[in-house]
């Protein structure tokens, strides 16, 4: 192969892997979510690129409105997006928890509602988030990145790291784990379902939320915003192997890294087309994704 | 008595746009609901009649689509032998694709369909040398007068087409109640019901499943020419990510399993968006409200929820 060395410079590289690694982050901020949801009500929820989009719409109106602090804003946003998932999960997806096609319906209804309800309120218009010193660029000889990737990173990890937290050591996240392996089960040892499903959409919608919220300031808010974290969060979740938070984080991270560096060798428009193949060639390997794990009962 | 009442609404259907003459725009909308039907039916027969849920279907579509808008374009090929390749082409990538795909499962196959669909129509948008691109390919010729015996019809007025889109979408219609009639078709019941069972009792469920799976393509594709040929030109907005996840929603609506599950499911996704026109900038965010309606209320689509009815009110 004719690939001269000079196509690769070592610091395109470098500089795509500190893009790929935030894109990821948010990826996988986003397919934790959306894997805790189907790990415990077995719900494939395609709205949570709406609340992902509500997430970057609530930050936008905490900084023109409520505080221009840029925390404060997260955390509001944040705060909402687990009102909506609460909401969501109490009139729409608990009642649907076994009827897989009504799931996409109810999803593509989600979706249409938000994305127009946010036109009617909003207007067409992409929306800035007023963050200047977000948006300051550091150097790092000759990298160059914004103080928002920096802020993306933390955020994630925070946040990953305290959901671990939360599931391996209070009693809450004990018992979604417990619902997610055997619901029949964990009804026997007096943990109350509904419960566990409500707490885990309003998680599931603060994540949604707060990576909107993260991105808003980098890119715009819109009503499509959502639009391809979820495809990207759905290609995490199935290459993690659609059981374990660790898989989704590393599918995600997987993701935003392999579409930032294949733009140094495909052009631009077949980034997806190179992440979406790279996920049939794994399935193809190995079925179940990168760590997921057989299924008892299942052939 | 089913027989009479097919052939009522056939007739109805046929005689519609000379019923009520002067009516262009209503004439396009029922035109463009037949070229959804097709489709829909391709889908119906995989996830309706055999469990399996396809998110990349419209893919499929373009697929055909595309291929018949060269042959008609730049080999000047008739609209008949056009479609029928395309559909033929959209099946054979359908087998090449299900090939590997359909060794997964459930959820896993799902997403493999959604991966499929999104490079189908990245490959639509960025092949400019074949596809054209962004703006597609414009300019397909309508479709040339039918001369039987004496009698010559115009196939390239309005009135014309429609009555083209009719025939085909019965003749996908006759095909999906053959299948489903068919030995083929209860096997394909007996997958849907319990795999496992299904293989006990003899079922080679991975032949079955490519067949449907190739045979819904090619439908789909079918759909993808009669679509494209009507509105003359083949654009990858049609066959995108979006159209595909609606023509789920046309399915599921309708009532998956149902055999006119996708005419109606069909109607109801054109004509709905087209009722609520007087709610003006609203009629989205409705329409989103009344499938999560939908989604809750009628579990087993339109047909189911009408069957359901019907059966309370014999009790009772």
Known sequence: MAFPAMAFPAMAVIAQAVNGIMMGAVYALFAVGMVLVFGVMRVLNFAHGAVFMAGGYLCWFAMAHVSPIYPVALLFSTAGGAAIGLVLERLVFRRLRENLSMQIVASLGLILMAQNGVLLLFGADALQIEAPSLRRVLRLGELGFTVQHLVILAAVAVAVASLHVFLSRSRLGIAMRAASQDIQAARVVGIAPDRVFAITFALSGALAAL?????????????????????????????????????AVLGGLAIGLLEAEATLFAPTDYRDLVVFAALIATLLLRPRGLFGTAIRGEP | ??????????????????????????????????????????????????????????????????????????AGWPFLPALGSGALLAGAVGLLVGIP????????????????GLILSTLFTNLDWLTGGAEGLPGIPRPRPLAIGGVRIVLATPIGFYWVALAVTLGALLLQWAVVRSPFGSALAAIRQDET????RGV?????????????AGIAGAGGALQASFLRVAAPASFDLAASINLVAVVIIGGPGYLAGPVLGSIVFVALPEALRAAAQARLFVFGAVLVLLALFAPRGLLGLGTRLLRRHAAS
């Open chain 1, 211 to 247: 990576g909107g919220a993260l991105l808003g300031p980098l890119f715009l808010v819109f009503p499509g915003m959502g639009d391809l974290p979820l495809l990207k969060g759905l290609t995490a979740i199935v290459l993690g192997g659609m059981g374990s938070v660790w898989g």
């Open chain 2, 204 to 216: 080679d469920v991975f032949a079955h499943k490519l067949a449907v799976f190739a045979l819904s």
């Open chain 2, 101 to 116: 795909c359909l060794r997964l499962r459930s959820h896993f196959f799902i997403i493999v369909t959604l991966a499929v």
């Open chain 2, 197 to 200: 069972m299904a293989a006990a």
């Open chain 2, 1 to 74: 008595m089913k027989a009479a009442a097919t052939l009522l609404a056939v007739a109805t259907a046929a005689l519609l746009p000379v019923a009520f003459p002067g009516q262009p725009y209503m004439l396009q909308l029922a035109t463009l609901t037949l070229c959804g039907i097709v489709p829909a039916i391709g889908l119906n027969l995989l996830f309706g009649y055999t469990g399996l849920v396809s998110l990349g279907h419209m893919g499929f579509a373009g697929v055909g689509g595309y291929a018949a808008a060269l042959l008609m374009k730049q």
